[in-house]
């Protein structure tokens, strides 16, 4: 039996603004409904290629609501406010076309002068473009002549700009040597997209993993970079018309933290949630957020001293069961030290995660069905890791371990790395990864 395995990363970045003030929701007046009557068409997506045919689309169309996983795109397909046209090449787009988004490969972009003149203008008027087939945020900036790709994960008041093709060369001379790990070596983003426009799933990357039994590379087509594209586009309209930030489903865990006034909440970073498949087959989720604390009443002059909290959450499908979950928190710099990490050994709720002096936080998190928790470490090479095991992790329920370390310089830097294991039947198992590059230059 040919036996594919098939992982999808997406990577949601938005305005950590959205958790606190929700610029969408915005109260609708009567002289407003005109307006509002507009988000009945949210989506209307070109994808330029040549290799995905009309006759592919309709098929992927007919076959939509008997995919769980394209349920959301089946939904806006079906309330007319998601349309997908398939265009050859620029001179397919008239005048009299109208469209919010536009995908098409990268390679087509870099050798087309007047196609990259087109996108930049189409970006400058609000729209938002995809590239795919393998770059980077710096590739992307460059083909659509952007000097920078910043999010803005602060506040009105205080706002923090994350930019996404920054050059860290002098950072990283400051914090000295790093440390070299080839397997969370960085990747290109099989799919980027973009907009200049303040909205959910502002920038977005997709990185897609196609592997036969033998765990060698397939060729990704262009139809599967449409699936994904597509369900972006869905999830942006949700977002729109319900007046979600990307981060509702973590308001909660805010509420449970308990710090002092000996540190600060200095940092939010996005939601990244990656999806794993399993003979095209979805077979669950992995969703992670993280918060980054600075300690206010310290007064060493070597080191600042941080905490990361993870927020992680697991869901399995219809057939499948969530079986394992590790989280691991490293140091990337050798100039940086571990200090503690919580939990640790632990097989029953409440787990309670509590720091001390100087940096005084603590929460728990509960987990009804009592997962077995092994926390390893290594304060020589710094770095902590849990290996979390239930029978069924509930989709409910949110994992929140955390560290405490020492930054040198004026960068606080963590890798943080996540990988879920889902269990269909007696022998069937998926997995699904995601990696989160932490670096607070302050």
Known sequence: MNLRKIAIVGTSLFLATSILLNPYSIKIEEKDKVEASKRTKQGNLFFLSNDVSSK??????????????????????????????????????????????????????????????????????????????????????????LDDMKVNV?????????????????????????????????????????????????????????????????????????????????????????????????????????????????????????????????????????QLYKSTSERDTTYDIFTVKNTVQVKANSGWRATILNMKNSLPYTSDKLDEFKPQNASASPYSVTFGYPINLNFTFDISTNPTIKATSSFTNGWANWNVTDYNMSSSNYYSPSMVWSSTGTLASADLDYKATFRSGIDVTSTTSHHWDVSYNY
């Not at 139809?223 to 729109?240: H, P, T, V």
């Not at 973590?250 to 970073?269: E, M, P």
Request: aromatic share 10%; no cysteine.
């Open 56 to 145: 592919k689309l309709e098929d992927m169309k007919t076959n939509i609501n008997q995919e769980k996983a394209m349920d959301s795109v089946g939904k806006a397909f079906k309330a007319n406010k998601l349309e997908t046209k398939l265009v050859k090449s620029l001179k397919d787009i008239t005048k009299e076309d109208e469209f919010k988004s536009l995908a098409v490969n990268y390679k087509e972009v870099e050798n087309d002068i007047k196609l990259r003149s087109y996108l930049n203008s189409e970006l400058n008027k609000g729209k938002k473009i995809y590239l795919y087939g393998g770059l980077s945020f710096k590739k992307y900036a460059e083909l659509l002549g």
């Open 154 to 290: 602060g506040s009105e008041d205080h706002p923090f700009y994350i930019n996404f093709i920054e050059d860290e060369t002098a950072v990283d001379s400051e914090k000295g040597d790093k440390i070299k790990d080839d397997e969370y070596e960085e990747k290109l983003e099989d799919i980027i997209g973009y907009t200049l426009k303040e909205e959910p799933l502002r920038l977005w990357g997709g990185y897609i993993t196609n592997e036969d039994e033998k765990g060698n590379g397939i060729k990704i087509s262009d139809d599967l970079y449409l699936r994904e594209i597509l369900k972006q586009e869905s999830n942006r309209i949700e977002m729109l018309e319900e007046d979600l930030s990307e981060n509702s489903a973590f308001l909660d865990i805010f509420s449970k933290n308990t710090a002092s006034a000996s540190s600060s909440l200095v940092f939010r970073g996005a939601t990244k949630t990656t999806t794993g498949y399993y003979l095209s087959n979805d077979s669950g989720t992995l969703t992670s957020f993280y």
